[in-house]
């Protein structure tokens, strides 16, 4: 009763016709940004954040919030169109959904993304609601050796993103370990592998890695071939999903909805992980994987959803506790402070308007966005209509254009640039890309979070199994191990049993 | 030519650009670089001083963010930029005196830069979980000691001015913390906040929210003199922990060689718009408070940090640089 009584005042607040407007310029922004690799909500929201002093702070949080999770709508498009990661969650998006745009269901795989999002979006709203306060302090259980735990799990599991050579799977996700070590070290504050380049020491960007090794390298493997890619142009199917795509990807975007809700509500994991993790249990999870990376229609809506979801539950931290998730939340934080409204347990309470305005505008946002994305879809699709020849010069001029936007150095743009000339030598290897983004993404934050829970124990490594949380998730990562050691000896076994 | 030519040439070009440098200074647009991204202290601090700046004197200040490497990327950018009063930087104690004593720069904080005036200053802070039984500095220091150098003290990272901060205490107070590094406050509240870890250094902007929400409680400032925005926080100084500040100031600097007459300009305006009401607010909810102060006194400062940190980091033995 209470709850309802609250929705319907959010509503109230959330509907008026200046709060309709900056939610509607939010995720339009939103989505702008999104289709830009580097030009993220982050940059995007500090640039605007000196014209929010102007504005009530109802409206000025609506809107930045929208820009936020509007973002995770509009990454997907170029990542499904021309392989281009827009943000740094819709890098799994290209793994199927390019491949879906190459056999001309690009209208298929947007409109998925977009409604397996909204979905997502709503779903993950209703939590904010719903369980927001315990959940927030349900995440502060999470400690170093969980976060460690947590993250060789999902290194066990990266096995799962290959098809074909397990040897090379492995040896991408070292490559992207390797990747991920160079910088500055959390733990000693050593720099590593930086050759003394002040650019280098605060790492490679994922950008830089993802926008190379899937896009840059996608135009020179084009550029490659003589004839121009007619699949594109020839045969683009209906805009629209059909009936089985829907049926398809329904269980998916409910369980990538609950792997993303998960992660968005631990601080600091970022939001590819919650993406990964969900395209590898749906991977796991499918009666043939086989079909992932050929352009499976579960491995766009699990990610999305789970990116949209992870969007969405990273407010409860930040909302209930004032514990920033990310660099963005941090930004959104401090727009809240800057207008005078104090986050955390009390806020609710505090500032009944302000909460439950901004929830409410939530669900009006991810409504709005399918709205705005779901026509633009035909648009998008005729730009691959657009022969290749003049395709490809664009899609390298983002890629420059958003490397050079992270940090303002030319330095970037080169790398990308290496990146781009490496994943094409990947792809003549047959070495898949995505489980090094992987390891990248995984590996420094498995070894900053080993390191700390062994200082913080002295040196204990019992304190791997005195965590439940931690004991549960190693338990699970060894039975994941057995499970896909045993049928590879078992197979041969029978064939020395064959050969004897 | 001949050399008594070059130094007749020489003595009319100073006299043509000496009177016309500082009366028509600038003649075109100022790039004001900022070694961080959009968004961050220094960034707010950089834009709200240039804009009013270009508000007040009609002049085009260019805010150009050259992040990396903890402020070192952006700083030596500007340190080899012509000495012109076209390229300024926004610079701090982080980045223009620690990362060259860390082995992280390779600038001079005294040599290569020639300091117009310092802007403004936030004080840093340690803090507890609201239900941590340290409450003052006395039960601090009495904690310190009954654990025997295992009580956890958290910081953003190896050679933040916050872990500076964190080690120079120790070293005055003569107790020893077990240090453990974060990356920002982002995994850091939770672990303060869930108890694994006991204290926090921190600038107060970023911890200002979950103090004035009772999630957190500051125990005590590394300042000279209390905090507008939390008068009741003592600071370690008047707990008799004797030159204990460690606040983070920022500064505005030029490649060194920019003619005096630019500086001058730049320190009168600079001094100027850091007075007007609107400024200070702006700044102030940003954490931080408009400071001012002669180009003379910014050098100071610099040459008298710069043996305070060599000797906190070495003392602490933080080895970054191989």
Redo the contacts between chains.
Sequence with gaps: MDVLDHIMLGFGVAMSLQNLAYCFLGVLLGTLIGVLPGVGP??T???L??ITFGLPPVASVIMLAGIYYGAQYGGSTTAILVNLPGETSSAVTCLDGYQMARQGRAGAALAIAALSSFVAGCIGTILIVALGVPLASW??????ED?FALMLLGLVAASVLTHGDLVKALAMVVLGLLIGLVG?D??????RYTFGL??L??GIGFTVLAVGIFAVSEVVTNLEQKETREVFTKSIGGLMPSWSDIKTAFLPTLRGTAIGSFFGIL??TGPSISSFSAYMVEKKLARDPSRFGRGAIEGVAAPEAANNAAAQTAFI?MLT???????TM??I??AL??NGI?????VMARSPELFWGVVASMFIGNAMLVALNLPLVGIWVKLLTIPYRWLFPAIILFCALGNYSL???AIDVYLCAAVGILGYVFSKLKCPPAPLILGYVLGPMME?NIR?AL??S?GDLSIFWKSPISAILLVISALLLVSMILPAIRAKKEQAYAEG | MKPTRILAAAVLAALLAGPSLAQDYPTKPIRLVVPF???GGT?VVS?VIA?KLGETTGWTIVV???????G??GL?LAGKAPADGYTLVMAQNANLVINPI?G???YDPVKDFAPIGLAASAPQVLVVAKDSPIKTVEDLLAAAKAKGG?L?FASP???TSSHLAGELLQQIAQVKF?H????G???A???L??G??DVYVSSVPSV???I????LRPVALFATKRDAEFPDVPTFEEKGIKNSDAATWWGLAAPAGTPAEVIARLNTELNRVLKLPDTQARLR??GAEATGSSAEAFAALVKSDVPKWTAVIKAAD?????
């Excluded at chain 1, 995440?139 to 170093?144: M, P, Q, S």
Aim: overall charge neutral; aromatic content about 2%.
């Design positions: 982050l940059v929201i500090s640039m954040l000196p995440a502060l259980r999470f400690g170093a976060y500055t959390v733990n000693s504050g050593v720099e002040p650019e020491a605060d601080p600091g931290p506790l004032g514990i920033p998730g990310t660099a941090a930004l934080l401090g402070v800057m104090q986050p955390g347990p009390s940090n303002n150095s900053e700390r200082l913080l002295e | 991204p959009p968004g960034d834009r804009q150009d963010n050259k992040p990396g490497s903890g070192s990327v030596s860390l992280k720069a390779n295992k956890t990272g190896i050679g077990r453990v590094p974060y990356k406050a982002s995994q509240l939770p672990d906040m869930g694994r870890i200002s929210v979950q004035k929400e009772g999630v909810s940003a933080i080895k970054v640089a191989d």
